[in-house]
């Protein structure tokens, strides 16, 4: 099942990579876009999330926040923020609950791995509706970050 542009934001509560719970709800009466991403520390998962942070005073200025999910361990998800510099949350799913609600999780990814998220981008209005939404079955894709941009706009 995929959620669609309309429907009401599945609600969530993830552990940061700074070790803080982060709500979705924390965000209500901001936009919030979703970055969903497989791993850390990979090259098209650098690039995705690099490509926000390098356009991250776009969506500040516009009221938006950032956060980024996959299903590695905080600690994994605070290194790699670390040294790509991101300014943003990254949040993990390690019990794959928000993945699979967003529908953005493959049963079977590579090498025998299972339960990992899909790269996909949600953009989530001020009253915590999807106005955006875009899941990618081909890991090696990106999402279309002109249209993320202009839905938050």
């Given at each position: ?15 940061s990579s700074s070790l803080q719970s982060v709500s979705l709800a924390d965000f209500k009466g901001r936009k919030v ?121």
């Amino acid at each position: 099942m995929s959620l669609q542009a309309g429907q009401a934001a599945p609600q969530f509560t993830l552990v940061s990579s700074s070790l803080q719970s982060v709500s979705l709800a924390d965000f209500k009466g901001r936009k919030v876009v979703l970055h969903f991403f497989p791993f850390a520390f990979t090259g098209v998962c650098t690039t995705q999330l690099c490509t926000m942070r390098d356009s991250f005073g776009y969506y500040d200025g516009l009221n938006a926040t950032i956060l980024g999910i996959s299903v590695d361990s905080p600690f994994t998800l605070a290194k790699f923020k670390e040294e790509n510099n991101y300014q943003f949350d990254l949040l993990s799913d390690f019990n794959k609950e928000v993945s699979t609600a967003y529908g953005a999780i493959y049963a079977d990814f590579v090498m025998g791995l299972k339960g990992v998220s899909k790269r996909a981008a949600f953009v989530i209005d001020e009253e915590q509706n999807i106005i955006y939404a875009e899941v990618l079955e081909v890991a090696t894709d990106l999402p279309n970050f002109e249209a993320i941009a202009a839905a938050v706009k």
